[in-house]
């Protein structure tokens, strides 16, 4: 059955502490490994695009790698901006996507 | 507007009751999907269309949801006899027809419905 899981389900962080996301997947039929950004009271925020191991993607302080059977989303001196909840999801070859249930950041000044 | 548009922002019924809510993509999105969130959890998958035909629906929980896009632009998606269950945020979201494929996906800010 196709499973996505992500750690740790909440996180705080003071401004400029480093650290990482964790998301875990099995799923028959990859077609893309994806990380969102939702913001209270919105949708998700596409975010990146993961189709290979080894891969890697940055956009400003985040980092998201992919292994054959886990993601990370590095973040790197994180601002009060970057609190939101981040959201892993997988794409099968049928189309739709399976979301992980999210990891809650909390950046503190 | 440019972005996805789900009308109504809210929508509070009572048990039993039938509801509908609406979906406007962006113009020119082939692909539209229909995701349930509950409080504290990730979207879940109800229903993906391709143009007007339902090409996963899947997610669909049982009977009693059924989703429309007739022309291939806005979707409605419809509740038969709610149930307090049902009580979640009902995004929707559009992407160009590759989007399947490269997993960006355009959502909107979600209908959140209530049944007491």
């Known amino acids: 059955e196709d499973q996505v899981t992500q750690s740790p389900e909440a996180l705080r962080l003071q401004e400029g502490e480093s650290s990482s996301l964790n998301c875990s997947y099995t799923?028959?039929?990859?077609?893309?490994l994806f990380w969102y950004r939702q913001d209270p009271g919105k949708g998700p925020e596409f975010l990146f695009t993961?189709?290979?191991a080894g891969e890697e993607k940055e956009k400003e302080r985040l980092k998201a790698t992919l292994t054959k059977k886990e993601s990370f989303l590095h973040i790197t001196a994180p601002k009060p901006e970057d609190s939101a909840t981040y959201l892993c999801?997988?794409?099968?070859?049928?189309?739709?996507?399976?979301f992980g249930q999210g990891t809650t950041l909390q950046v503190k000044p | 507007g440019a972005g996805v548009s789900q009308t109504p922002s809210n929508k509070v019924t009572e048990k039993g009751k039938y509801v509908e809510l609406r979906c406007d993509p962006i113009?020119?999105?082939?692909?539209l999907y229909w995701y349930r969130q509950s409080l504290g959890q990730g979207p879940e998958f109800l229903i993906y269309?391709?143009?007007?035909?339902?090409?996963?629906d899947s997610g669909l929980p049982n009977d009693r949801f059924f989703a429309v896009r007739p022309e291939g632009s806005v979707s409605t998606l419809k509740i038969q006899r709610t149930e307090r269950g049902d009580s979640a945020v009902y995004l929707c979201?559009?992407?160009?027809?590759?989007?399947?494929?490269?997993?960006?996906?355009?959502f909107g800010e979600g209908s959140r419905l209530t049944v007491l």
């Open positions: 979201a559009s992407s160009p027809n590759r989007g399947a494929n490269t997993g960006e996906l355009f």
């Open positions: 799923v028959s039929g990859l077609r893309g």
């Open positions: 993961l189709y290979s």
């Open positions: 999801a997988v794409g099968r070859n049928t189309g739709k996507l399976i």
């Open positions: 113009s020119g999105h082939t692909a």
């Open positions: 269309f391709q143009g007007t035909g339902a090409a996963d």
